[in-house]
């Protein structure tokens, strides 16, 4: 799985990530596969997402791990009693969804494998070259 308990730590605190681990692990692993798919869905255009997610230990990009995170514990915690705590993952999430609509827009680049890399890293199929006949001057 791409994301490990130890990852969770950062972006909330022990107490609270007790209380929101109560959810069952189905519930547990759903949210962390709609983040992620959520992730995928802003980054599939330029970058290649089965990378992204297949990437393990240090070589995952600390972001995405953060981000992915925020959003699933966003979506356990729609399932706690009461809604507790969903101000700040409510906040947390916007901020990580913001965040990927500014590297969908080209605003933000992280690094990531791009979608279009061949085999020694090179980007292909990505070079479109326009242009166009002199334009005439039909003087009469």
């Given at each position: ?12 605190g022990?107490?609270a ?17 709609h983040a ?9 255009p ?32 729609a ?7 969903m ?7 916007e ?8 590297v969908?827009a ?11 890399t061949g ?10 070259v ?11």
């Amino acid at each position: 799985m791409f994301l490990q308990e130890e990852d969770y730590r950062v972006v909330i605190g022990e107490q609270a990530l007790k209380v929101i681990s109560q959810v069952s692990a189905e519930t547990c692993s759903n949210a962390e596969q709609h983040a992620m798919e959520e992730i995928a869905s802003y980054l599939r255009p330029k970058y290649d997402a089965g990378a992204i997610f297949n990437a393990v230990g240090q070589c995952r990009n600390s972001l995405i791990v953060m981000y992915a995170c925020d959003m699933a514990l966003y979506h356990m915690a729609a399932s706690l009693p009461q809604k507790m705590g969903m101000e700040i993952r409510k906040e947390r999430y916007e901020r990580a969804v913001k965040w990927l609509e500014s590297v969908q827009a080209g605003k933000v680049i992280p690094d990531l494998p791009t979608a279009n890399t061949g085999e020694n890293g090179e980007e292909i199929g990505q070079t479109i070259v326009y242009h166009s006949q002199q334009q005439l001057k039909h003087n009469w």
